[in-house]
């Protein structure tokens, strides 16, 4: 009986091992260079990121047919927002249905003809502990980069989301060096995704320290300027930005702010040669609707003027782009974003 058991146990193990065992794919990798890829990526938008089913595939909302949706939108890229963390084990292994289930939304992605942003978006846990942030996003990418190496060039890694808190520009910038150092074992030509600390915010762009031989990197910043109007209504919000309604957007001082303050990331790009992506940008949905518009739409063309990609933060939720109850694009924002053809 004894030795019956172990033979079974020995069987559930290779099985399992299988099962964990990286996918193939058909197209090849081929390094591409950064600039050339970050224009490729063209407008994009964010996915899964708090979707109950990576915790119980039973609830997924988001189903890998969206990936055909998405391209024949008229996106081009979709940033995969992975909290990985919790999923971890004590010694930092992700379980075998948790990268299955990735590899599934890869492929489906890829086959719909998009590029794939993989997106660490662990911020609130290591705003809060940058030292065990380290050790998990260290222990991550030691297996999703591996895992990943013979993808081909339209997966990209993004190294993490948002970094702030205890996790300062100084310690982000001296992770990020650690961190990348680890990708590139196994993915010397792949590019990265790399944002600067205080949240991936533009006026800390100058504050980011980038290992200055690595091409292969696209940076990235976040935008939701200004706060009362993108923010107000959020429960997570600020109290005091919680507590608004109403704020409108939209006077020609608002829009020169808008300007100026992407030129401002334009002449980092320059000075840096660096390509840049506006990884996230959205007004949550208590904002006034006609004025989400017109934010969305200047947001959108501002970027797409200097030469940036972008994703759209999100596919569902607050700050919503696909009704699952109609089911179907919001047009309004969908519009914003992706003007339609005459």
Request: net charge negative; aromatic share 14%; charged share 20%.
């Amino acid at each position: 009986m004894r030795k019956f058991l172990a033979a079974a146990v020995a069987v559930a193990g290779l099985a399992a091992t299988a099962l964990a065992a990286p996918p193939t794919f058909q197209e090849p990798f081929t390094p591409i260079d950064a600039a050339a890829q970050n224009a490729a990526m063209g407008g994009g938008v964010n996915v899964l990121g708090y979707d109950p089913g990576w915790g119980d595939p039973a609830l997924f909302r988001f189903k890998p047919e969206y990936f055909k949706v998405i391209h024949d939108g008229g996106f081009k890229h979709v940033r995969i927002v992975l909290q990985a963390f919790q999923y971890q084990d004590a010694d930092g292994n992700l379980p075998t249905r948790w990268l299955n289930q990735l590899d599934t939304f890869v492929k489906a992605a890829l086959d719909a003809g998009l590029t794939v942003i993989l997106d660490e978006h662990d911020f609130e846990f290591c705003a809060k502990d940058a030292v065990t942030c380290g050790t998990k996003l260290n222990k991550f990418w030691q297996q999703i980069a591996p895992r990943y190496k013979d993808a081909p060039n339209r997966v990209i890694f993004e190294v993490l989301n948002e970094p702030h808190g205890v996790l300062t520009p100084e310690l982000w910038n001296k992770q990020l060096v650690e961190t990348v150092a680890i990708i590139r074992a196994t993915n010397p030509t792949r590019n990265l995704i790399i944002g600067p600390g205080n949240w991936n915010g533009l006026d800390s762009l100058p504050l980011l320290q980038l290992p200055e031989n690595d091409r292969h990197i696209i940076a990235t910043f976040h935008y939701y300027l200004p706060m009362e109007f993108t923010h107000q209504g959020a429960p997570w919000a600020d109290p005091k930005i919680t507590a608004l309604s109403g704020i409108t957007w939209g006077t020609p001082a608002e829009y020169k702010f808008l300007a100026d303050k992407f030129d401002q990331a334009k002449a980092w790009s320059v000075a840096h040669d660096r390509p840049l992506y506006l990884g996230e940008f959205g007004p949550y949905d208590q904002a006034p609707a006609a004025d989400r518009i017109k934010w969305t739409k200047a947001v959108r063309e501002t970027a797409e003027a200097r030469g940036f990609s972008w994703a759209w933060w999100q596919w569902d939720g607050n700050f919503i782009l696909w009704d699952y109850a109609k089911p179907g694009f919001v047009e309004p924002i969908h519009n914003a974003l992706i003007p339609p053809k005459n």
